[in-house]
């Protein structure tokens, strides 16, 4: 096991030094794909919320202190999940955010993410401006109309084409993070328990994915939301009140996530049974992160209760601030600051998104095989 972990890890070594610069002008072959289009926040917002008036920013130093574009708006030192996904799938740019996307790029699809986005449209309104699902999928919707166009208003061959694409769907954390459990700003866990909220979330995203599919989506990634109970803000929240000094994370926000978690697995069956050549799968994130977090060492990080850059205890009560100096070792950190991954993480759960052959990982096939189906 200890062997098959080394080199897995040596395998993502490789992935790194292949992330520089030099993959964009290597290889010719065609992506897997003709088409990524990413939903979600802000894991794998890449800029879109760069110009809107929000706390949920991120184009700022030392955002990107690794990344050859520098701080573009991604909320990590270098790559998020889907860029390491795009490039695993064969493209040789990345997916563009639709903010700034030209009419162009549209054919390889977009990237609709906002940081503090959630499937409720009230959700991370704490922190400023941002574009829920609902204008998310409003965003899709005009970019399907352009792609009819590209094909001269032929809408059967427009759906033909975005059929074969890919769809990313990456929400629900801030739902619980910027909603549920931030009583002081929102009524819902004082209206609804877990599992109503649940029932309430899977609902309202089960008719977005609905209208997704009716414009000709087929191949979706519903990603699970991960360990949140265990990021460092919750662990330096958790620090002041801990019953049990053996477990730092909050267990009552990770319980409720996975209610939440289960019903998406339940909700990628039925859409599988019930709409004509519907392509789901449902990545487990949280059992990913559980993963990671418990093998940390094996997988190269000593450092996975503190951000890489913050202020306060775990460096996470309060994020990464502009100029800000970070950690030295970014690929030693599991969390680049309070909420989110460094790119090394990004990393390991972009290939076991990719390549994972269990299933309680990846369900019921990894996004390689998404890709070929
Ligand atoms: C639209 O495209 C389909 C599939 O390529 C083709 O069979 C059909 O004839 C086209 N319709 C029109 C009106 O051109
Ligand atoms: C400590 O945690 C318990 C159980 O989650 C909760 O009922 C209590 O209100 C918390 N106390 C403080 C001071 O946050
Ligand atoms: C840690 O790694 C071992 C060996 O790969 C695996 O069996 C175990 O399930 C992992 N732990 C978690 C919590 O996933």
Known sequence: MKTMLAQFILALNLLQAITSRAWFLSGQAQPQVPC??????????????NNILTLARANYRPYGIDFTEGSSGRFTNGLTTVDVLAQLLGFRSFI?????????????????ASGAAGIRDETGNNLGDHYPLAQQVNHFRDTATMMTRMFRGNTTRAT????????????????YLNNYFMPTMYSTSREYSPSTYSALLLQDYSRQLSEMYDLGARKMVIVGVGQIGCIPYELARNNNNRSNKKDPCNEEINKAVSIFNTGLLRMVNRFN?????????????????????????AYGFNVVD???CGVGRNNGQITCLPFQTPCEDRSRYLFWDAFHPTEVANVIYARKAYDSS?????????IRRLAMA
């Open 273 to 297: 049974a019930q709409l004509p050549n519907a392509k789901f799968i449902y990545l487990n994130t949280f059992e990913s992160s559980k993963d990671v977090a418990s093998n940390a060492t």
């Open 306 to 308: 503190k951000g890489c």
């Open 160 to 175: 033909e084409y975005l059929g074969k694409c890919i769809y990313y769907m990456g929400l629900g954390s801030n739902d």
């Open 96 to 112: 563009p955010p639709y903010a700034a996307a030209q009419r162009s790029d549209i054919s390889k699809g977009l990237n609709f």
């Open 358 to 366: 269990s299933t309680s990982e990846v369900y019921p096939m990894n």
């Open 36 to 49: 990524l289009f990413i939903f979600g926040d802000s894991l794998v917002d890449n800029g879109n919320n």
